[in-house]
């Protein structure tokens, strides 16, 4: 965690569509220097521009040494990255490895 920054919790909406997209950008501009940790568990659809725009944030939060996380992805969740053949771990789910203190 860096210092000074704060944290932050926010669960996803169900539906992360293309739609989604503006919002979900805005909230995480909000949090900029915030560890930020995501809930995942009540998404049932998540479009291409969502994925993108958490990659984006999960990698810009890294280099700036700050925890960006996503927790408890829902099987929609994790089947619509799967399939559109994007690593878990490019989004901030911690793999097994690093949850039991791993790589």
Same mark, same amino acid.
């Given at each position: ?9 926010? $669960? ?11 919002? !979900? ?7 900029? %220097? %915030? ?11 998540? +479009? ?5 725009? #958490? ?9 700036? +040494? #700050?925890?960006?996380?996503?927790? %408890? ?7 619509? $990255?799967? $399939?559109?053949? !994007? ?7 911690? $793999?097994? +490895? ?6």
């Amino acid at each position: 965690m860096s210092e000074g920054g704060g944290y932050c919790q926010i $669960t996803l909406d169900a539906k992360l569509a293309s739609r989604a997209a503006p919002e !979900l950008y805005e909230r995480l501009s909000g949090h900029k %220097d %915030d560890t930020v940790v995501l809930d995942a568990s009540k998404v049932e659809q998540v +479009g291409v521009l969502c994925l993108q725009i #958490l990659a984006s944030a999960h990698k810009s939060w890294s280099e700036r +040494g #700050l925890e960006f996380e996503v927790v %408890d992805p829902s099987a929609a969740f994790r089947e619509s $990255t799967e $399939t559109l053949g !994007l690593d878990l771990s490019l989004i901030g789910v911690a $793999t097994m +490895g690093e949850v039991q203190g791993g790589a």
